[in-house]
């Protein structure tokens, strides 16, 4: 299994600033994921984070709002930019292992005032 | 990608057996079933895998008809503590499509 850990646990920015959140893991993993749950409801996929090349980004989500950096196989960091009150959501982690298991962060949780 | 559908919430007693059923009509040929579980404030967690038939592991059994359109979730004996939120995801083993959550299914179980 994959422990996954997330700084910071959480956060309350100001609008029109921008927040970096950190996911490490405790081994070398190829694929990393980056998720936004809002309040109540599912887990939406963000991205994923490619090592060595830009992330991929899923339909509604683009680089300028979620820069993403995966530096090497055991690290990421998703930024969000100019934030705003509908960007307050918790934001996960994840990867997935050799054995096709996903393992998720504990989750980073942003609000915007 | 296979889409699935899953109650939006289910009480149980505490001591029963809860099964949570997922449909996933448009299920491919190379697609697997997976399901999590997440706590409140927490990220999902694994529960079990499968392609067809059982499969039973210590948390739990997923059962499979041959066609492959429906899934069920088994908790044996539910306890206070497996009140969660249980999601059902269908999608290639290797993980680049076995990524997208649906609704999910409220369990809250009762004392």
């Known amino acids: 299994s994959a422990v996954i850990s997330q700084k910071p646990s959480r956060d309350i920015c100001q609008r029109g600033t921008s927040l970096t959140i950190q996911c490490q893991v405790d081994?070398?993993?190829?694929?990393m994921f980056w998720y936004r749950q809002q309040p109540g409801q599912s887990l939406t996929l963000i991205a994923t984070?490619?090592?060595?090349?830009?992330?991929?980004?899923e339909s509604g989500f683009v680089i300028d709002k979620f820069p993403i950096s995966r530096p090497n196989l055991t690290f990421s960091t998703l930024t969000v930019s100019n934030m705003s009150p509908e960007d307050s959501s918790i934001y996960l982690c994840?990867?997935?292992?050799?054995?096709?298991?996903?393992?998720f962060g504990p989750g980073t949780r942003l609000t915007v005032t | 990608l296979a889409k699935t559908t899953q109650p939006i919430s289910m009480d149980s007693y505490e001591g029963q057996e809860v099964n949570i059923t997922c449909s996933h009509n448009n299920i491919a040929t190379n697609d697997y079933i997976t399901w999590y579980q997440q706590f409140p404030s927490q990220g999902p967690r694994f529960i079990i895998q499968?392609?067809?038939t059982k499969v039973t592991n210590e948390v739990a059994s997923l059962f499979i008809p041959a066609d492959r359109k429906s899934s069920t979730l088994s908790l044996p004996r539910v306890s206070l503590s497996d009140t969660a939120v249980y999601y059902c995801?269908?999608?290639?083993?290797?993980?680049?499509?076995?990524?997208?959550f649906g609704t999910g299914t409220r369990l809250t179980v009762i004392p």
């Open positions: 081994s070398q993993v190829t694929m």
């Open positions: 994840s990867v997935v292992d050799s054995f096709y298991e996903q393992y």
């Open positions: 984070a490619n090592q060595g090349s830009e992330a991929t980004y």
């Open positions: 995801l269908v999608g290639t083993q290797t993980g680049a499509n076995n990524l997208f």
């Open positions: 499968g392609y067809k």
